[in-house]
């Protein structure tokens, strides 16, 4: 079992950056894929980037590509996004995530954190 605690939300002038944070506790953190979604109100849960056990496969949203950063230290059992020219549009609850063998969706992660929230002003 894995437990997920996110952080480094915030308050941003669009154009800014943030580092948001995903300290993950449980000794099979290693064996898990970890993901990051956000969620606006009225919206479903929104990929915006996973990554393999091993650091090796790494994919992103359509609308995040060229901004969004994902990686892992795997010894510190943390996973981080970096969000730079960040946009309006951005504005949501940022979510970690864990899964065995996840793809893009949701549903296939079984660990979830309780968000941090990024705010962009423009």
């Known amino acids: 079992q894995v437990q997920l605690v996110e952080s480094g939300g915030g308050l941003v002038q669009a154009g800014g950056s943030l580092r948001l944070s995903c300290a993950a506790s449980g000794r099979t953190f290693i064996q898990y894929t970890v993901g990051w979604f956000r969620q606006t109100p009225g919206k479903d849960r929104e990929f915006v980037a996973r990554?393999?056990?091993?650091?090796?496969?790494?994919d992103y949203g359509d609308s995040v590509k060229g901004r969004f950063t994902i990686s892992r230290d795997n010894g510190k059992k943390m996973v981080f996004l970096e969000i730079n020219s960040l946009k309006p549009e951005d504005t949501g609850v940022y979510y970690c995530a864990a899964g065995r063998t996840p793809g893009t969706g949701s549903s296939e992660y079984n660990y979830w954190g309780q968000g941090t929230q990024v705010t962009v002003s423009s």
């Open positions: 990554i393999d056990r091993g650091g090796a496969t790494i």
